[in-house]
């Protein structure tokens, strides 16, 4: 995965003498970027508060520890509130458009955000209680508040299953022919599995569920 | 991920003085070993001679370069014959067997090696097109010659996604309630989804397939 320089800006410590607010929006600004660039283990509160130009005890007034501070920075890549969007819209299908907006939004625009979540959660075992907590309390109990299944939340765990995997085996990985396939090729194929994996259209289900 | 140290056994030189096939497999036992736990960049081509107990000369002879000797190393997790025989035992429904293999056995037994190559798929750009060699030649060439469905390799990779997504959210990231459901209540969601990505029972797939 190449690695942005763009965040590469001189550091301004003048500007961040500001509010307590201010303060901890420069700290938690400096821990997405080092923990996305060098991973949980690499990321050093020292170096956290060294980039955000404010005191280490100010990075421990606020966070307490590495892993408090790392729960507090990582961002999903996905807004929960779409997704339930996406969901609400059309409930007994909703497979078509999330398999677009997954394919034609996410992927593409959150790429280096999905990655770096994915590097964190297997590379560093001391940061996945804080992401499993944050993908539970926001994607997981969005997406299942929206669904009428029974399950709901384990088929929302399902769904996103499917597609933590394409993305590995599409923009990671790049197995052909999925790395090449149309979007449109992709959405008709997922579309389908998706609505099944989210309990939507129970009766086309259970057809294909028991022999 | 906790790494395995059952594999420090004392080095026996003596023993690898035979043929040409038994130092060839010492180096590619040593490899599967360092690559596994210290990743492609980590592993060096003098390490691995180190822990097989042969000359540097001979590693470079028989592989030339560190990504061949990844690529003549790696061995995917999953037994390409196995998932063929599931697919082929039950052509119209191949979801239930699928995914039980996977829930009771791979992510069972070989939970270690999936990590190690998620791990190197992740983290290590340059071993990628080794892997992706890999799983196109194996995996999904068994699997698509099985399946009868038009886009029959396209189908094995996104069948193929749904597992690796699986893997992460169950077994690596642990969301709840999905770590902790049962394999009799997964199979029966994952089943349908597994059948309409590969194509079985088609009729069933189209009608949830287009509004």
């Known amino acids: 995965m190449p690695r942005r320089t763009s965040d ?11 509010s307590a607010g201010e303060s901890r929006d420069a700290i938690l600004r400096a821990a997405r970027v080092l923990f996305s660039r060098l991973g949980f283990r690499g990321t050093t509160m020292r170096a956290v508060a060294k980039r955000a130009g404010v005191d280490m005890a100010l990075v421990h007034y606020f966070f307490g520890s590495k892993p408090n501070l790392f729960a ?3 961002e999903l890549p996905i807004d929960p509130e779409r997704v339930t969007a996406l969901l609400a819209a059309r409930p007994s299908a909703p497979g078509v458009a999330l398999a677009r907006y997954y394919l034609e939004h996410l992927f593409v625009e959150r790429s ?4 770096a979540t994915l590097r964190a959660g297997l590379g560093d075992p001391e940061c996945v209680p804080a992401l499993r907590a944050l ?5 997981v109990t969005a997406a299942a508040g929206t669904l009428g299944a029974k399950d709901a939340r384990l088929r929302a765990e399902l769904a996103g299953a499917l ?3 394409l993305f590995v085996n599409r923009c990671i990985v790049g197995v052909e022919p ?5 979007v449109e090729q992709l959405v008709s194929l997922l579309a389908p599995a998706l609505d099944a994996l ?8 259970q057809r294909g569920d028991r022999s």
Chains 1, 2 share one sequence.
């Open 8 to 18: 590469r800006r001189p550091k301004r410590p003048g500007r961040r003498a500001g």
């Open 72 to 74: 507090a920075s990582v």
């Open 112 to 115: 280096e955000a999905i990655s």
């Open 135 to 139: 993908i539970e309390r926001t994607l």
């Open 163 to 165: 597609m933590v995997g």
């Open 178 to 182: 999925l790395a090449s396939a149309s």
């Open 198 to 205: 989210l309990g939507a259209g129970a009766q086309v289900q």
